[in-house]
């Protein structure tokens, strides 16, 4: 069965305090890693598309990296305003539409 | 930033009451979307369209219907409301048809009944 995984489910950091976030599937051919920003009470927004191995994407703190089974959102040197629900998708094996981790929970405090 | 446009956003109604929920997007994207989210749970797809008169259920069973009569409009119908309907509602569309790409969220709608 398809799978999304992603770890912790809660961050706390302080402003500064870079680390990253990690999401892992089961999915074989993967045809997409989409990551994306959720804000309370908010639609997901799209950050990232990673499409094979060893891709790198970045947005401002943001930078996204694909493995073979995993990828990491890594967030340097984080500010408030980063606060917020990360989540990651990949395509079902149908590639009808995505299957989605539940999320980590970010926050960050001045 | 994705045009795509859901109302009402919140909405609370007694048990039997039939509601639609209305989806628009202004992206000419054949491809659109229905996902149901609980708090702090992850997104289940209830419905798919690949185009006009195209309709398809998910993985998530639901009671809901759907229909795409034109590109930019998908709405879902639930007949008659049950508090087992109380979630948020989220839509969403893709690029054109050919490999998988990002999806476009919505807003939410978030449903209430009591």
């Known amino acids: 069965e398809d799978q999304v995984t992603q770890s912790p489910e809660a961050l706390r950091l302080q402003e500064g305090e870079s680390s990253s976030l990690n999401c892992s599937y089961t999915v074989s051919g993967l045809r997409g890693l989409f990551w994306y920003r959720q804000d309370p009470g908010k639609g997901p927004e799209f950050l990232f598309t990673?499409?094979?191995a060893g891709e790198e994407k970045e947005k401002e703190r943001l930078k996204a990296t694909l493995t073979k089974k995993e990828s990491f959102l890594h967030i340097t040197a984080p500010k408030p305003e980063d606060s917020a629900t990360y989540l990651c998708?990949?395509?079902?094996?149908?590639?009808?539409?995505?299957?989605f981790g539940k999320g980590t929970t970010l926050s960050v405090s001045s | 930033e994705a045009d795509i446009y859901q109302t009402p956003r919140y909405l609370v109604i007694g048990t039997g009451k039939k509601i639609t929920l209305e989806c628009s997007q202004t992206m000419g994207h054949d491809k659109m979307y229905w996902y149901q989210q609980d708090p702090g749970m992850e997104l289940h797809l209830i419905h798919y369209?690949?185009?006009?008169?195209?309709?398809e259920k998910g993985d998530l069973s639901s009671e809901s219907t759907v229909s795409r009569i034109r590109t930019e409009h998908f709405p879902l119908t639930l007949e008659s409301a049950r508090p087992s309907h109380t979630s948020q509602y989220l839509c969403?569309?893709?690029?054109?048809?050919?490999?998988?790409?990002?999806?476009?969220f919505g807003p939410g709608t978030r449903l209430t009944v009591t």
């Open positions: 369209s690949y185009g006009v008169n195209s309709t």
């Open positions: 969403a569309s893709s690029a054109p048809m050919g490999g998988v790409h990002e999806q476009y």
């Open positions: 990673l499409y094979s």
């Open positions: 998708a990949v395509p079902n094996q149908a590639g009808t539409a995505l299957i």
